[in-house]
């Protein structure tokens, strides 16, 4: 693959996430665009530590793909979540251990938990925005936050405080 390939894919992966396609000839476009996008980063980028974690996220949504799958009334995984999802998996570096994957009944949220011992655990939780909520304890230290996700850098505060915890 050139690097020009790879510069004309990031750019209309850029392009697809901003846009708001309306008319069911945008959602098509946006749809294969996504697909393209996907394959791509599993046949170049996903060999290695992270393909098994989209794997799961694959089963995940599919179990939680339809409304009331709690057997009450948890809403279904989005298609806004499970892309924001396989982003943030997808911009993890090789060298940040797999976490747990969950999806949060309130609000069909994808939950990412690493655990580091006793005490010790760190969670992000992505939803149908960039926002991702952040928390952590490690011994009796507590710390939380909100940050933006672009979806393609991990924030440096998510990094640090997943080596925080499974040091």
Known sequence: MTALTMTACVALRAQVRRGSAVSAEGEYVRSHVTEVWDNFGRSISMQGAHADLLDQLDALIAEHVNPGWDGN??????????????????????TVSSPELA?????????????????????????????????????????????????????????????????
Do not use: M
């Open 73 to 94: 009334v948890a809403p279904p995984v989005s298609y806004a979540t499970a892309q924001n999802a396989r982003d943030l998996i997808k911009a993890l570096p090789a």
């Open 103 to 167: 999806v949060e009944p309130d609000d069909a949220a994808i939950s990412f938990e690493w655990y580091g011992g006793y005490r010790k655990v760190f969670a992000v939780s992505v939803g149908n925005s960039g926002r991702l909520a952040c928390a952590g304890l490690d011994g009796t230290d507590q710390w939380h936050a909100a940050l933006h996700f672009e979806g393609e850098t991990v924030p440096t505060f998510v990094l640090d405080s997943i080596r925080r915890v499974c040091a």
